[in-house]
């Protein structure tokens, strides 16, 4: 599957964007779809992830302000962020997490990547 990743841009703080991930088939079999973020210098980081059953998960700095969501039917992942910080300055990565067969093997797909940049 290919994912493409769009929405990002640049926002002033205090402000909101909301990302898109739309994948090239379907992503009802992906165990995670999550989103990430690389920050210059940093290493890559997860931002928020929901399951397959829809239950989510989100890093501890971004809770409360960020909501991942999926569309199965649209086959696409979103990420509203509110409240933007300086700190949320990042390059942001769309994964697709697929765990299968009877060993439990797992597959990463990554989309290109979209720049989020935060201004005071």
């Known amino acids: 599957v290919q994912l493409q990743a769009y929405g990002g841009g640049l926002v002033q703080a205090g402000g909101s964007l909301r990302l898109s991930c739309a994948a090239s088939g379907s992503i009802a079999k992906f165990n995670f779809m999550g989103w990430y973020r690389q920050a210059p210098g940093n290493e890559r980081e997860l931002v928020a992830r929901v399951n397959i059953g829809g239950t989510t998960d989100y890093a501890d700095s971004v809770k409360g302000r960020f909501t991942i969501s999926r569309d199965n039917a649209k086959n696409t992942v979103y990420l509203q962020m509110n409240s933007l910080e300086r700190e949320d300055t990042a390059v942001y990565y769309c994964?697709?997490?697929?765990?299968?067969?009877?060993?439990?093997?797992?597959?990463?797909?990554w989309g290109q990547g979209t720049q989020v940049t935060v201004s005071s």
């Open positions: 994964n697709a997490h697929l765990i299968a067969g009877w060993a439990a093997h797992e597959w990463d797909y």
